[in-house]
Nanobody
């Protein structure tokens, strides 16, 4: 199986930055896409950003120009650089990876990001 472990969350003031990282362990998953999603209290989980193995990226409109996703395919890891954070970015952030080997999407446990005003 495959496990995804997030790191880098925490508390930051509005306007600040955080860098989230996610690393995979276990059998080589051969991720064809990796991404970040988030879920705020009382809201549904939503896409933040995704990146394919070919390097194509996709961002939610709310984070365009502020967040940047990158991946290290050889290490099956993905990062999310978050700049100019806003209180509305407060949520639990989840890492995901679509595995060609396993034919399914794996999810991390989630990591809290809190932006104070």
């Amino acid at each position: 199986q495959v496990q995804l472990v997030e790191s880098g969350g925490g508390l930051v003031q509005a306007g600040g930055s955080l860098r989230l990282s996610c690393a995979a362990s276990g059998s080589n998953p051969s991720f064809y896409t990796m991404g970040w999603y988030r879920q705020a209290p009382g809201k549904q989980r939503e896409l933040v950003a995704t990146v394919t193995s070919g390097g194509s990226t996709n961002y939610a409109d709310s984070v365009k120009g502020r967040f940047s996703i990158s991946t290290e395919s050889a290490k099956n890891s993905v990062h999310l650089q978050m700049n100019t954070l806003k209180p509305e970015d407060t949520a639990i952030y989840y890492c995901s990876g679509g595995s060609a080997t396993w034919g399914r999407t794996f999810w991390g446990q989630g990591i809290q990001v809190t932006v104070s005003s």
